[in-house]
């Protein structure tokens, strides 16, 4: 089943991208939307055959790869992973259907890119190996590097150099840290990694050579540079696979290995974490209010808001070994993982909709907007919502891991959860300025005056966007369910010391 | 008799054939044709002839000179198949350039006989015929346009430079004999059994230029220096010929030498490997990023990839010398892939060198613009292309023999040279080409090419067949 889930768009993209140049374009769109769908509805059937109450890996797959040395083709989801898959197959199938309007030339290959991307994607979430984990990690970047080059935007060079080059650094040092692991444990099984117990020192080198990776695909401030820039220079749907689904794979690394893998140096660096989290959250906030271009500023706002899922992840540690406040560590990650969801459909949406104006415009400026809401009135209704979403309203997906985060923090300490707090104030600031002055005011540009309201295509697209974003708003129980066991699951194991 | 030469049989069938291809080139029509296709035979036959021989444990033969093992049998039969790929596209570059001779078939057959004779090696004697054989073949090779500014240059070159570690490596040798009183790697192995004692210094002294003289036929820094202008000034398919099979037997040399004649003072040569490696990956990534020329550009990768073969070596393990077969032959087959990009973009008769020359070739080419991601990425290291198993094999011995310095130092050097990499992409696919028409596609080349392509995808895909075929080979 997660073979099929990886496999399926792989081969399927290739199939698109290779037959693509022979065939008129609306064919390769024709196929790549049914195949899409297919992953899509082939990962909803794997969450409804999951089951939510147990902790363990389900779907597992263990075939031999390298068997001299140790390496496995495993596979199997657990509920950290499973709504990430999801949310991969979605985002997916929104990019595929949106591409259509927004790229000219080359169509079948950016489409057959997109998939291949999607099936690496949800490798890197499914993979159990640590060396299958490796290869589809890297993999992905491939893909991407190409979307970016070929597709994006006039320094479209320089930032995807700048994008392969830094996540390429911190990968090859989560390689060495995984090798050295192996000889440690003898097994390249991530969960048996898991279970190896580990000096401090050892803990502390392992956990910084992780960090290198996943904190520069989190990202997390001061490594955080290469995202403005990647986003500003990606295509629409670039931008949107890298902030809905690219981003959490620096979460999930965080889950899947820092936490579990060494939990004492975590313990001992959270009070680090935290702080970076925070000025994540308060700093790049602030810089999100002094951007000009829209991109930039959602690219801004997704760093600080994944600041709130690293605060999440290490206020963990401050009551973990606390028996009486266990509740309030699965709160935290509860929070944070649904955040990192929540984000996946928020971003994805605020980006579609600036692909939408893009696409008319073909210019990213706030200033080079103002009164759209006259001409586009369906369309200022959408982005009212997602900009609502994004500033943390409650009743969109966007309040709910925020809060339950800030009152895990509460319970650790006031400044904390002050400070992760002003969040609300400063997303709210800089999203609806935007939104005022994109969409309110008098039409003071001809060519804005000319726009047209969206395409049903379009319409389409946002809409399932904004149907998910007020149904877990209102009822996140599906996803923080899914998952809660095997968070629980996590915490128990953050709260053992495994120094031996 | 004839028993005891069957394992040698291969090389008495090459030799043989390099004879007749030799006196096929001087027939009066057609020579150069009739002596591909008796090349061509001849390899295709050998390659069975390996296959047929292929022992499953060491054994020695001809009066202690050679020695009939999985690790040669390995070396052999990849040599081989790396020959026939060279030879095919080295025909249609040399046609198109109206070069076309006899010798180039005959030459390359000696060269390739070099490979396998420093294969199979048992004694220093051997070691020295094979390498020499290989050497003066090479050296030949590169000097065979004699009307081209830049060949001869390179050729004196080579030949001095080599003629420099030759000589280097003989009074390494020298020493050893000296010291142990025999020429036969195994005897010899037997009586150094103590790393301390009172000949040490003596023994470090010796081994120091052994090493020397590996280093200088790997090209590996500070003996690096012949490797770009070579590159750069030999025809492209004599280039072809020197970056892929001859790594073989640059590991050859070190495995024999070192694994087989001086397992004791491993701690000493390893120091040294270790050293020179990772010199060697900082040192070549480094320098190709400032390269414009595309065969200097592969000359200074070259460098750096030979520095992570160094380094399996310096783990002085079975699984690190697995690790560094592995390596040379992986590094070959991208390397064949790579140049036969460059014999496919000289198919109009020029010859492809400026990196501005790949300018917008995937528009121009989609096909070359496939190859280009496979191999620069197989390059670079990055899964899921075969490059990267050879990367993280190295890697993994190393880390388990607990360099962790050194192989920190490679994956941060590994990441310089992926920028120098991604040039090579960004030009090919990010820029629009100078002309619309698509590259002239001469003889089998792009046929060739894609199958090469091909097997890289393949064999990242599937790389258990031969990590598995180079850890049984060395164990055995």
Redesign the interface.
């Known amino acids: 089943m997660l073979s099929l889930l990886i496999w399926l768009p792989i081969f399927g993209g290739l199939y698109v991208a290779l037959l693509g140049?022979r065939v008129a374009p609306v064919h390769a769109e024709r196929d790549a939307i049914a195949i899409a769908a297919l992953t899509f509805i082939a990962s909803l059937a794997l969450w409804a055959g999951f089951d939510a109450t147990r902790a363990t890996m389900q779907y597992v797959e263990l075939l031999?790869?390298?068997?001299?040395?140790n390496v496995n083709y495993h596979l199997g989801v657990d509920g950290i992973a499973l709504p990430l898959i999801v949310l991969t197959t979605f985002s997916t199938l929104l990019v595929i259907l949106a591409a259509g309007a927004s790229v000219h030339g080359r169509l079948a290959e950016y489409l057959g890119a997109f998939l291949v991307l999607a099936g690496l994607m949800i490798g890197v979430f499914a993979a159990l190996d640590a060396?299958l984990f490796?290869?589809f990690w890297?993999?992905m970047?491939?893909p991407m590097?190409?979307v970016i080059?070929?597709w994006g935007g006039p320094r479209?060079?320089y930032a995807?150099?700048k994008f392969?080059?830094y996540t390429?650094?911190g990968s090859?040092?989560m390689?060495?840290a995984l090798?050295?692991l192996?000889?440690q444990s003898g097994t390249f099984d991530i969960l048996g990694m898991q279970q190896q117990p580990l000096s401090l020192d050892a803990q502390n080198l392992i956990f910084w050579a992780f960090l290198a990776a996943f904190a520069v695909k989190i990202p997390m401030w001061p490594v955080h540079t290469w995202l403005p820039d990647a986003h500003v220079e990606a295509p629409t749907g670039g931008s949107v696979v890298l902030a809905a689904i690219m981003l959490k794979m620096g979460g999930y690394g965080f889950l899947r290995f820092s936490l579990p893998i060494t939990p004492d140096a975590c313990r001992v660096w959270a009070p680090l974490m935290i702080a970076l989290s925070l000025v994540a959250i308060v700093y790049v906030g602030l810089v999100a209010l002094a951007q000009r271009d829209m991109k930039k500023l959602i690219a801004y706002s997704s760093i600080s808001h994944m600041g709130f899922v690293t605060l999440g992840f290490f206020v963990v540690f401050a009551f973990a070994t606390v028996p009486a406040a266990a509740h309030a560590a699965d709160l935290a990650l509860a929070g944070a993982m649904f955040q990192m969801i929540s984000h996946g459909f928020i971003s994805a949406a605020m980006f579609l909709c600036v692909g939408v104006l893009y696409d008319r415009m073909h210019s990213r400026e706030i200033s080079a907007y103002g009164g759209v809401i006259n001409p586009m009135p369906r369309f200022a209704a959408f982005m009212l919502l997602f900009a609502m979403a994004n500033a943390g309203l409650p009743g969109t997906s966007g309040f709910v891991g925020e809060f339950m985060v800030i009152l895990a923090a509460f319970q650790v300490d006031f400044w904390i959860a002050l400070l992760a707090a002003t969040t609300l104030i400063l997303g709210a600031a800089y999203t609806l300025w935007m939104y005022k002055r994109v969409a309110f005011g008098e039409v003071a540009r001809p060519a804005v005056a000319a726009l047209k309201d969206i395409t049903p295509r379009e319409h389409l697209v946002l809409t399932s966007l904004a149907a998910v974003v007020l149904l877990f708003g209102i009822w996140p129980a599906p996803i923080i369910d899914t998952s809660a066991a095997s968070l629980h699951e996590l915490v128990q194991q953050v709260a053992r010391s495994k120094i031996p | 008799m004839l028993h005891a030469l069957a394992p040698l049989l291969p090389e008495i069938w090459l030799l043989t054939a390099a004879c007749v291809v030799l006196l096929a080139a001087t027939a009066k029509r057609d020579a150069a044709s009739l002596a591909y296709h008796l090349a061509i035979g001849a390899l295709a036959i050998n390659a069975l002839l390996v296959v047929a021989v292929r022992p499953t444990a060491s054994s020695t033969h001809f009066f202690g000179q050679f020695q009939a093992d999985p690790v040669a049998a390995l070396i052999k039969l990849a040599a081989t198949l790396m020959f026939l790929l060279l030879l095919s596209h080295a025909r249609d570059y040399l046609r198109v350039r109206r070069a076309l001779t006899g010798e180039y078939f005959a030459i390359a057959l000696m060269a390739l006989l070099g490979i396998m004779v420093l294969a199979s090696a048992a004694s220093l004697l051997t070691v020295y015929l094979g390498l020499e054989l290989l050497s003066l073949s090479l050296y030949s090779l590169v000097a065979m346009h004699r009307d081209s500014p830049t060949a001869p240059e390179a050729a004196i070159k080579y030949f001095i430079l080599g003629a420099l570690a030759s000589g280097m490596l003989l009074y390494g040798m020298s020493i050893i004999y000296g010291l142990t009183g025999t020429l036969d790697l195994a005897r010899m192995a037997e009586v150094v059994t103590v790393a301390e004692g009172p000949n040490t210094p003596l023994f470090v002294f010796g081994v120091v230029f052994i090493v020397v003289g590996i280093a200088f036929k790997l090209g590996i820094v500070p003996f690096h220096m012949w490797i770009p202008d070579v590159y750069h000034g030999a025809p492209t398919c004599v280039t072809m010929l020197i970056g892929s099979a001859p790594k073989l037997a640059g590991f050859a040399l070190g495995y024999r030498l070192l694994a087989d004649g001086l397992p004791e003072l491993a701690p000493h040569w390893a120091g040294m490997l270790v050293l020179l490696g990772t010199a060697s990956v900082v040192f070549g990534n480094t320098v190709a990023l400032a390269q414009t020329s595309l065969k200097r550009l592969l000359g200074y990768s070259t460098i750096a990839h030979m520095g992570f073969l160094a380094l399996g070596l310096a783990s002085a393990t079975q699984p690190g010398f697995a690790a560094a077969l592995h390596y040379a032959v992986v590094y070959g087959v991208v390397s064949l892939a790579a140049f036969g990009v460059l014999i496919w973009m000289g198919s109009d008769g020029r010859d492809a060198d400026d990196l501005t020359e790949l300018r917008g070739i995937a528009t121009r080419s989609p096909l070359i613009g496939a190859l280009l991601v496979v191999i620069v990425f197989s390059l670079a290291g990055v899964p899921p292309f075969v490059g990267f198993w050879a990367k993280w094999f190295v890697l993994k011995e190393l880390v388990a023999a607990e360099h962790v310095t050194a192989a920190v130092v490679a994956v941060i050097f590994s990441v310089v040279a992926a920028y120098y990499y991604l040039r090579l992409l960004k030009l090919a696919f990010f820029e629009s080409p100078d002309s619309r028409t698509p590259v002239p596609e001469a003889g089998r080349v792009p046929a060739l090419v894609s199958l090469n392509g091909l097997l890289l995808v393949l064999m990242g895909l599937f790389p258990s067949a031969l990590l598995t075929a180079c850890l049984t080979a060395v164990r055995a």
Request: glycine share 2%; hydrophobic share 75%; net charge neutral.
């Open positions: 140049s031999p790869w390298i068997p001299a040395l060396i490796y290869v890297e993999a970047l491939i590097f190409l080059g070929v479209r060079v995807t150099i392969f080059l390429f650094l090859v040092l390689l060495i090798l050295w192996y000889f």
